[in-house]
T-cell receptor, first 115, second 116 residues
Framework: DTGVSQDPRHKITKRGQNVTFRCDPI?????LYWYRQTLGQGPEFLTY????????KSRLLSDRFSAERPKGSFSTLEIQRTEQGDSAMYLC?????????????FGQGTRLTVV | AQSVTQLDSHVSVSEGTPVLLRCNYS??????LFWYVQHPNKGLQLLLK??????LVKGINGFEAEFKKSETSFHLTKPSAHMSDAAEYFC??????????????FGGGTRVLVKP
């Protein structure tokens, strides 16, 4: 499978626990994005990387959230001291500029439930 | 700043009849525009994209969309709905300005129901 993969697909955690999600982008893609989608809403941008550099973070990304892409390949998103409001689908996407423009490819997401 | 408004949160059509999903956008720069589809328990799939070439864009599964700059619209259509078209559809805008990083801004989504 050469698409974007995310792990785990589902995570149930107790309030106050830390969780970490992983995203493996398409191998030749230098840009990687994290989005959050709550029920009945469109995905909202959280942050993006170009190679290993984190170039932008949304105001949605509180100080409990941290993302890394240490070698410019896979990325992790950690949420500390989870709250019920963090329950959502966390989507990862990757892209690269080509002659046909830029297209983002999405993973299937990690669904987080905080109980 | 960029934003997207999908004018209908739900659309219900009969199988074999046309589908119209409406989208208006706002962008400070020359935008790229996309439509994505999301089936239950599946990832987002790109239907089509506009990137300043032809204003009428054809996508997969018989969908097409027309970019109208004067109306800041990018409505999605399909002449004949199929049961498999039942899904959530997202209109998406991306600034082509380099500093924007091709960040995508999604509309709120339109859920399509197809009746037999």
């Amino acid at each position: 499978d050469t698409g974007v993969s995310q792990d785990p697909r589902h995570k149930i955690t107790k309030r106050g626990q830390n969780v970490t999600f992983r995203c493996d982008p398409i191998s030749e893609h230098n840009r990687l994005y994290w989005y959050r989608q709550t029920l009945g809403q469109g995905p909202e941008f959280l942050t993006y990387f170009q190679n290993e550099a984190q170039l932008e973070k949304s105001r949605l990304l509180s100080d409990r959230f941290s993302a890394e892409r240490p070698k410019g390949s896979f990325s992790t998103l950690e949420i500390q001291r989870t709250e019920q409001g963090d329950s959502a689908m966390y989507l990862c996407a990757s892209s690269a500029r080509t002659q046909r423009g830029t297209e983002a490819f999405f993973g299937q997401g990690t669904r987080l439930t905080v109980v | 700043a960029q934003s997207v408004t999908q004018l209908d949160s739900h659309v219900s059509v009969s199988e074999g009849t046309p589908v119209l999903l409406r989208c208006n956008y706002s962008s400070s720069y020359s935008p790229s525009l996309f439509w994505y589809v999301q089936h239950p328990n599946k990832g987002l799939q790109l239907l089509l994209k506009y990137t300043s070439a032809a204003t009428l864009v054809k996508g997969i599964n018989g969908f097409e969309a027309e970019f109208k700059k004067s109306e800041t619209s990018f409505h999605l259509t399909k002449p004949s709905a199929h049961m498999s078209d039942a899904a959530e559809y997202f209109c998406v805008v991306s600034d082509q300005a380099r500093a924007a990083g091709n960040k995508l801004t999604f509309g709120g989504g339109t859920r399509v129901l197809v009746k037999p």
